[in-house]
């Protein structure tokens, strides 16, 4: 499965965003999908979670109330929607699929997208 994230771009802080992550299999509608970022000189951050439903989903602290994951499992599409942007969700966003899970019931991410840039200006 390949995954393209895009959506990304300059946006005031206050600002929205709507990050796209397209897969090219069908197969994609059968796993749990993450968004994770990785700002500059940082580790890499889970942002959001959805399950292959789209009926349970998780989020970082940091960024509850203020952003929202949902797919559209006929248009192979999982989507994170941004409202409110500080300038410290400045980062490169990465989408990455889950088709297992490990003993512990943790998502084991296997495919992963190239990344989207999100830079907000403050």
């Known amino acids: 499965v390949q995954l393209q994230a895009s959506g990304g771009g300059l946006v005031q802080a206050g600002g929205s965003l709507r990050l796209s992550c397209v897969a090219s299999?069908?197969?994609?509608?059968?796993?749990?999908v993450g968004w994770f970022r990785r700002a500059p000189g940082k580790g890499d951050e889970f942002v959001a979670g959805?399950?292959?439903?789209?009926?349970?989903?998780s989020y970082a602290d940091s960024v509850k109330g203020r952003f929202t994951i949902s797919r559209d499992n006929a248009k192979n599409t999982v989507y994170l929607q941004m409202n409110s942007l500080k300038s410290e969700d400045t980062a490169v966003y990465y989408c990455?699929?889950?088709?297992?899970?490990?003993?512990?019931?943790?998502?084991?991410?296997?495919?992963w997208g190239q990344g989207t840039l999100v830079t907000v200006s403050s």
């Open positions: 990455a699929a889950a088709p297992t899970r490990n003993r512990r019931g943790e998502n084991v991410y296997e495919y």
């Open positions: 299999d069908r197969t994609f509608s059968n796993y749990a």
């Open positions: 959805i399950t292959w439903s789209g009926g349970d989903n």
